[in-house]
């Protein structure tokens, strides 16, 4: 194989995805491990990054890593600070350098964004964002990145002008693994028709699910619902509350959804069913983007 | 010690308590164990039972066991089917009698409640509410049982006319333990300034939780928010939402708060900053009071 020009790196809480990219951009080969930033201590990235990467790397040449997500956070490898929004996703400036024991790689971490008011933080996402932008530079509008924590980014030629978290995707991973609910739910394939009712009724209201929660139990010991049924509905109400509250982003607006999972297609699904004016991509090709910028900009720097 | 007339048991899902009671209905002893309803096979029930309350029992004579609580449910000891209200919490009829090995013993199980429009259940608290109904025969208003599922009851002459559950505490344990939230957390003495500030707010805008959760994360990172004080303003929000959703049962009524815990007096110090008429009685006292009106009934069935 060609020796990459540089190494991208996607390293999140629970998976390390690495990709060899050529001086084109053309992406050469690309590996993944289960070393995710949860699972390290600040001694064992290196390690975990080299052993994923050493095929790719040639003795007595320094090969340039770019690496987003949680690896900057304060329990990662090395901190890189958040920069403040409103402000272009990825930026030329601010790559924080790491230092390495090994002389083939120089690796730097592309910062997250932070908002003071009201607070909130992003690691990982912003990448993916800039990274849209690149490939549709003339976008105006909403950009949701469903997952364990959605976000919901409002940009504005070219910038990020403020974004909000929901804690949708780890509120359904906990209460389905670790309250009462988990005798009622399951994981097979989603009832679709009890997803969107239940989506849809609670972006009309969007309190349902305070009341209705335990009710899904309810319903399983005194009408034996089923636990796809459940599943889907527990899905629908947790997603139906952040598209009501995420509303001033989408409403008469371009939304674009960056899909890191399937459970994206139902959050542009059920935007659309709602009037939306939807652009999906995928999560791998907006990062891999995103990082250019910053292979890009960092040579140019 | 004197031989009790019959035993009362309030049997959870994490514990055993027993009470030997005389024929005057006084407390003559009480013992408690960790073997809760969800560590035990239907076949452990009788030997756990035996295990705490065998000191009470005479050879020859045979000793009334009332039992409440999850020790009913289709996965504790023998399934007590619900009764439907709207009806008197503890009834005279419908105990569930199980057969034991040891002729010492005669047990019966008090039913929980179902509801079936929208679908919801107790187990044991029923126990709670008739108990405090026969201390306080007159009464009439909401009754509140705050817990990892509180409870919300109308009482209208004596019976339950209508009840809901909420997963306030189970929700607050979730987080605590097993989302993001857990790093910014603590459980040392409450921040009260900031459980009541969040508790209030949140009464009069119930949705905030929804896009605040994650900023209890946030402005840890990023303002060094305290842990006693995310954790304060977590269970406030929850605690607020509760409340809010439950105002048709408070507001502008006799409300009875059962207090199975501290948090009970955050509900009603909440409560009456709320300008809610409150009575504040304790779950222990209120469950032998229902015990006996169930051994009261059954002697004189």
């Known amino acids: 194989m060609t020796m990459p020009d540089w190494i991208g790196v996607d390293w999140g809480i629970s998976n390390l995805r690495a990709f060899a990219v050529d001086t084109e951009g053309k992406v050469l080969d690309a590996r993944t491990s289960d070393s995710g930033m949860g699972t390290l201590q600040p001694s064992e990235f290196e390690p975990a990054l080299l052993e994923l990467i050493d095929p ?25 600070a958040y920069r403040p929004v409103p402000c272009r996703p990825v930026s030329e400036r601010g790559l924080t350098e790491v230092r390495t024991a090994d002389p083939r790689i120089r690796v730097r971490i592309l910062p997250g964004l932070s908002q003071s008011d009201p607070p909130d933080v992003m690691r990982g996402e912003e990448t993916q964002i800039g990274g849209f932008l690149a490939i549709h530079p003339e976008f105006n509008g909403a950009i949701c990145l469903p997952g364990t924590h959605s976000k919901w980014a409002n940009i504005a030629d070219g910038e990020i002008s403020a974004f909000q978290t929901f804690m949708t995707g780890e509120l359904f991973s906990i209460l389905s693994k670790h309250s009462i609910l988990r005798h009622c739910l399951c994981d097979t394939e989603l009832d679709r028709a009890a997803f969107f009712d239940a989506a849809l009724t609670t972006v009309a209201s969007p309190l349902r699910p305070v009341t209705e929660l335990f009710g899904l139990r309810a319903a399983s010991l005194l009408e034996d619902c089923e636990p796809d049924t459940a599943s889907a509905r527990l899905s629908g109400m947790l997603i139906g509350q952040e598209l009501a509250l995420a509303r001033p982003y989408w409403d008469g607006r371009r939304t674009a959804v960056i899909a890191a999972s399937q459970i994206a297609d139902l959050y542009a699904e059920t935007l659309a069913k709602l009037g939306a004016d939807i652009l999906q991509v995928t999560a791998p090709e907006a990062t891999l983007s995103g990082l250019k910028i910053a292979a890009g900009h960092a040579k140019a720097a």
């Open 56 to 80: 790719w790397l040639s003795a007595g040449r320094e090969t340039p890593v770019y690496a987003c997500g949680m690896v900057g956070a304060r329990q990662g490898w090395f901190e890189a």
